[in-house]
Every structure is written in C-alpha cells, then in structure tokens.
C-alpha cells in the first residue's frame, strides 16, 4: 500500500501514484518530454474519439513553457495543483484547458468543444446523470449568460473565475466538470487494464 501523505488543505496525496507515475513517465519518455501522442497514450488515450480532445486541451494546460512538450516537471507541478491547489488557481488552470487557441479568452466554440467532450466521456456514469439534464448547446448559453458580463460573446478570465465563484452551477460545469485529477486517475487505472 502507498504512503498517504495530509496536505494543508487535508486531501490525501498517495506517494506511491505519484511514484508510479514517475516510473511510467520514464519508461514512456527516456528523452524527460512527453509529446502530445505520448501523452495521450501515457493515459491510455486513443488518437481520435471522445478522450483525444480533452486529452488535447488538458496537455496545453500542463505545457507550461508552451514548446509543445512537457516534462515531468510540468507534468508534477500541475499534478500538485489540481490534487492540492485552492480553487481560484484551479480554476485558471481551468481556463487554460478551455482556452484551445491560447488567445486570452474562452468563444463560445471554445466552450461547446470542451463540454461536448466532457458529456461524451461522463456519458453512462450514474452519478453523473443530472449533468445532462441540459444539452451542449443549452449548457452553453446558460454558461454564456451567467458568466460573459460584458455581453461581447466571449469569457476573459476574470469573468471565468468570477462566474465560478458566484454560481454553484457554473462552479461545476467550470471546474468540477473539468476534473483533472478524477480524470487522470481513471485514465491511469483504464491504461492500467490492458
């Protein structure tokens, strides 16, 4: 059994995830960079289907230094933060997840390509099924209309965070819907599988 270490905010973070990680991230990349096709399968991601956008976005987000790989660095510094971060940095690590074209602000194709990801891949989950109550497009427009303040059609990163924070709704379509770590974690055990 791994060792469980408490952090300050008292989530538990397994040292030997973090540990087998590093051994599958070696054995994966000897060179210390992981590319987007190593990194999709890393996580057991296929090139195309439901994961290969999320997949996609989330490894802009972990790119850092945006040269198009990642190291283990980045790939533990944003581990830490998704397991053990406040939310106001998740939720800008978030951002950039949503943020596909890296241009300051999430459009509303932005958002749709995201959201319809996560529906496919949460798709058939029990726990989940009140998240579908909305179709994409009006989760969308509900987002839109709770979060764009300025009316202009796009999210800038202040109306992002600011929306998540005020809005439990939003808060979970933003952030909890985009839960790295789960989804991490689950990619690991499904990899894990075969």
């Not at 060792?3 to 989530?11: G, L, P, R, V």
């Not at 581990?79 to 106001?88: Q, W």
């Not at 990801?117 to 179709?135: Q, R, V």
Request: proline letters at 2%; aromatic letters at 12%; one cysteine or more.
């Amino acid at each position: 059994m791994g060792q469980i270490q408490q952090t300050e905010n008292s989530k538990d973070v397994d040292v030997q995830i973090i540990q087998d990680m590093y051994k599958k991230f070696v054995l994966e990349c000897p060179s210390g960079l992981l590319f987007l096709h190593e990194f999709k399968r890393f996580f057991g991601v296929a090139a195309t289907g439901e994961a290969s956008d999320y997949a996609e976005s989330m490894f802009r987000a972990f790119d850092i230094n945006k040269d198009n790989t990642i190291d283990f660095l980045e790939f533990v510094a944003a581990l830490n933060l998704v397991f053990r971060g406040e939310l106001e940095p998740k939720l800008r690590w978030s951002f950039k997840v949503y943020d596909r074209d890296c241009n300051g602000y999430v459009d509303r194709d932005e958002l749709k390509a995201i959201i319809n990801s996560i529906y496919k891949i949460k798709k058939g989950t029990k726990k989940d099924e009140d998240d579908f109550k909305l179709t994409v497009d009006e989760a969308v427009d509900r987002l839109l209309r709770a979060v764009d303040t300025d009316n202009d059609g796009h999210i800038n990163m202040e109306e992002f965070i600011r929306g998540a924070q005020l809005d439990p709704w939003v808060l979970n379509m933003l952030q909890l819907d985009m839960n790295p770590a789960a989804w991490v974690l689950e990619q690991r055990r499904k990899s894990a599988q075969f």
